[in-house]
């Protein structure tokens, strides 16, 4: 029995069109990730939704979620604490606001916040 080959098509899934005009879209490429003295990152702290514990929430970050990991894993690591991204915000699970504002300024991040 031979194996599947799952591949996609460039059309997107499309087979068959009738429509004359129709051309298939270019892929979208991952967001280019800006250099950190553009990006302008605030920092929310929150407890909402989280049974009680202390959060710190970063947003504004522009790029690829490779980059938003990367910059996260960093951030977990110098602070020692537990964290994720998701939707483009990194929730970091402390509370040391202050800490993590000159960590991101030494990093490059001007514009934090």
Known sequence: MSKKKNKAPATGGIV??????WSPQQ??????TLPPAQQR???Q???AGRGGKEALIIMGFVGSDS?????????????????STRDGEI????NDKEKLIKL????????TK
């Open 16 to 21: 068959y069109s009738t429509d004359p005009d």
């Open 45 to 47: 702290y929150s407890r």
């Open 91 to 94: 929730l970091l699970q402390q």
């Open 41 to 43: 990152l605030r920092i």
């Open 104 to 111: 991101l300024q030494s990093k490059g991040y001007k514009d």
């Open 67 to 83: 980059d938003l990991a990367d910059l996260a894993r960093q951030l977990k690591q110098s602070l020692g604490c537990g964290g």
């Open 27 to 32: 892929a979208s490429s991952e967001a280019e």
